[in-house]
């Protein structure tokens, strides 16, 4: 008997999984080049080293994408996982070129930071036992509310010249009225492809009122073939090293809740050895990114929110998104055509996607025990303490530099909180009290 295959595993049509792809890659576009052209400002690259940068880090994404999704080995989720630079090096990296750390130095912690987070893997997957949804829920609504003043910012274009522009505002507008209508009015296809709808036209109606600048594309070259140590040999510099290995921890805390958020979004198993592979496939993803010239990757919570809106949870559709990306890195004028997409377009579009993400918090904790007292302050304290570093910034001022990436993140503080408090009211074998939690595929009949 021929038993159908689970959504996660059915391929796509061509074309389908083609315009689900771009879909992934135009959502997180954005959030690509900002790394590179911070750090590449900080250390006063010239030009041409900074397009590189951009390169190789789309280059690395798209590598780790694959991995991540089609599987290597013991590497890699095999879900639909998007992998990303991640801004929790954004500060460290800021402040370690500031006291002098070079690029060298930077390259040869992320590898550092890669090979800690695949030794580090199996460990860490031992943690999902206490990750039941009390836990896990209010981790992932952390995630999203956490990352919607990224939105919120983006798509009211905050730092230029036009923040809060009425017509930065209207266009934001028309991508939001677009993704409902078109997720409210249509079914099938269309409505799958609701993002990329609201991309599309609020990129025209970008263009109509002269918000799109072309001469990036213009001025942008056809090829540029990515090649390990792009920027020469890496170096490793214990203070650079110890910085990034912490970042690498900060991520390895925010991709178990990913994963676990996914896994309830896509209706398929995720416990230990799941956990397990997706953060050994993000550890090679980091050193594959350092050996090309890039910093530390993580998965994208916006294209998990995108899956949750699409309903399309087929890995292969984020496996085609890996190959868009491998190719926007090796041809700039097409990552340029990308990049021409305002802010106040894709922005608006990531407010709709981390608010999924937060939603999607909401559905896990649905599986608790809500009428528990213990599990209420569970959930009032960990969402506190995921919020102190995005309502009062300077509230860990004095907190030693090497614990930034630590107390700066509002899901870090928000996973520790949460599991510590659980342990303390409901045990450390606490499913009974705090809801089931997500079983490990070995436990399954």
Known sequence: MITAAHPVDAPLSPGRMAAEALQHVLVMYGNAMVLPLVVGGALRLPRDQVALLASTGLVASGLATLIQSVGLWRFGIRMPIVMGLSLASLAPIASLSAAGATIAGFFGATIA???????????????????????TGSIVIVIGITLLRTGIDASSTLGAKSFGDPENLAVAALVLATILVARKVFDGVVASLAVLIGLVVGYFGAIALGSVEFGVVRDASWLALVQPFSFGAPAFEPATVASLCVVSLVVMIESAGMFLGLGDICGRVVGRPEVARGLAGTGLGTVIAGVLGAFPLVPLAQNVGLVALSEIRSRWAAAAAGAMLLALGIVPKLGALAASLPSSVTGAAALVLFGLVAATGVRILARAELRSRENLIVIALTLTAGMIPWMAPTFFAVAPKWSAPVFNSGITLAAVTAVLLNVLFNGADASSSAGSPLRSAETEP
């Open 113 to 135: 930071a890669g090979v800690f987070a695949i030794a580090a893997a199996p460990f860490a997957s031992r943690l999902v036992r206490y990750f039941p949804p009390v836990v």
